[in-house]
Nanobody, 117 residues
């Protein structure tokens, strides 16, 4: 069993920054991918950024150059530094953990990010 606890969402003006964090606990697989996904009203959930515990990272096209994902604290905490935020970034952001070589995916509760004047 894996638990994911997120924090950092909120309201920010266009051009501003936010940092999201997600701490994983429980029986964490030795090889895994952690990442951030988001879903806006009326849209499908999309991948924002992912990172393996081996250091590989990947970003969705919409956030490349603006967001940075990192894993720290023994690889069980993942951060998302969001810069140059735009209204189009408004969504519920979800933390996820996927065990590599398996089929189990764990999700956080989601945190709302709203970019508006």
């Amino acid at each position: 069993q894996v638990q994911l606890v997120e924090s950092g969402g909120g309201l920010v003006q266009p051009g501003g920054s936010l940092t999201l964090s997600c701490a994983a606990s429980g029986s964490i697989p030795g090889f895994n991918v952690m990442g951030w996904y988001r879903q806006a009203p009326g849209k499908e959930r999309e991948m924002v950024a992912t990172a393996t515990n081996g250091g590989w990272t990947n970003y969705g096209d919409a956030v490349k150059g603006r967001f940075t994902i990192s894993r720290e604290s023994g690889w069980n905490t993942v951060y998302l530094q969001m810069n140059s935020l735009e209204p189009e970034d408004t969504a519920v952001y979800y933390c996820a953990l996927l065990a590599m070589g398996g089929t189990d995916t764990y999700w956080g509760q989601g945190t709302q990010v709203t970019v508006s004047s």
